[in-house]
């Protein structure tokens, strides 16, 4: 089998000429509008905040040579911060140079398993979160990440420990509130929130970063309690890979894996459904091979974890951008501000940052959407909420684990109670389809049954059931065809019972076939040993030959 070729700067050209202003004003707006974020995820992630803006640099520039999606845009994440804060936490101190050590490792881990999962097509592992499991388990992150801020938010030391632990913790400790550090950070979610509903396009964030740091510069908040960010390093990053050790890779992998797969559903999600906006499509391996790439660059450049945003990438098509040359303007401003920007950084409140990490997490709150499945699914809102409370109580590590587990169950609980039924002809001559009742008969002494799903060791039963049920009433049975256009698989649990189904069938004296088999299904029962007495392409047929032997129509 011939290599694929790699494509280079498939999501960036071509771009017309006409359209290079539009693009550079909208990587302007998404530097903007991004870099108090992604200062925000450095701090979820526990790592300098220097290294949030380095997550806009090299990986993005990687990202774009080797990704294929036109609009995604790559950068820090807060889901994916919060899982690898949630996994080092007990590994090394916050900030320490062996945590930082180590966030580089998992990185390198997560950029390996990402090209793992492309060689071995591994993409499909995307649809392992569900959108409701997904609504659930950002809602969780949400809530971690909005609740830990409280500490900066209020001038006390954090706790440690589970969610609820150092919920507890800062209750103990309320008595010891910093009201000036309080202002501060109330004072900057006002203005976030009325910047935002006065006009969206505001770069609220940034306004109440630069707000906050020339009032550190007028007011010398910090006589007064107010504790700020500190010296920032000036510059770009390096190029160094962190020192690697058995035990380090062993103690990340778990991380990674969990990381892996966010940025799979996440990335693989924005791509496919802005893909789909503008008519283009989507190519998940290729994003794969981008996003291994981006992740690399993020270790070499001593930053961590990144993933697609569909915020950033709503940033930038809300601004005009439609391709990739809007994430490499974006590059150009940041590298400005590397290079003479970080100074005033210092003096930037951590009540401020806090409130803005906080309203980061309020928004991954997806209120709207746990309304939307409660209204029509009920059953689902239950998966969402159980999810959602798994990652607040247990944390952000473990609850992907079980949102990935929900998932499957939630899946094999579709297929364990499939909608089978029996086909009747209208009066139209279209068929429908009846539910399963005693006695039903689709005419005559004929039973064409649909089996509603693939046929496994958990749903094989029905089967045996429905029989029984038909059997236990009605005109006598004649023929029996099983209309197999919803089956997809038959695995060898599945195909003993309807071995037993079928000899059970023919002791009666009941003449078996089978309809609508896709040529797989076919094969699979042929070499389980397992044949009809008839094939028969559709069930029409069936029908047909049915009445010419039993004279029905």
Known sequence: MRARRVRVLAGALPVERRHWLSEAVAGATLAALAVPEVLGYARIAGMPVVTGLYTMLLPAVVFVLFGASRHLVVGADSATAAILAAALTGLAATGSPHYTALAGTATLVLAVLLALARLVRLGFLANFLSRTVLVGFLTGVGVQVALGQLPDLLGLAPGSGSLPARLAHLVGELGGVSLPTLAVGLGAIAIVVAGRRLDPRIPAALVVVVAAIAADALFDLGASGV???????????????????????????PAAASMLVVVLAQSAAT?????????????????????????????????????????????????????????????????VVCLVATGPLAHLPLAALAAVVFLIGVELVDVAGLRRILAVRRAEFGVALLTAVAVIVLGVEDGILIAVVVSIVDHLRHSYSPHNAVLVKSPAGHWRSEPITLGARTSGGLVVYRFGSGMYFANAARVVADIETLLAAGPDLHWFCLDAAAIGDVDFTASTVLAGVFARLRARGVHVVASNLAVGVRTELERYGLSPDAWYDTSGEALADYAKEHGHG
Do not use: H
């Not at 789909?276 to 998940?284: N, P, S, V, Y």
């Not at 660059?297 to 940033?315: E, H, I, L, W, Y």
């Open 227 to 253: 504790a700020v960010l500190g010296p920032v390093p000036a510059g770009l990053p390096g190029l160094a890979l962190p020192a690697l050790s058995p035990s380090d890779l062993a103690a990340t992998l």
């Open 271 to 335: 791509a496919r459904a802005y893909a789909a906006r503008f008519d283009e499509t989507a190519d998940t391996d290729t994003d794969l091979v981008g996003l291994a790439g981006a992740n690399l660059a993020a270790t070499v450049t001593g930053a961590f974890v990144v993933n697609g945003s569909p915020t950033k990438t709503q940033m930038v098509v809300g601004a005009g951008g439609r391709s990739q040359l809007a994430q490499l303007a974006s590059v150009v401003v940041v590298v």
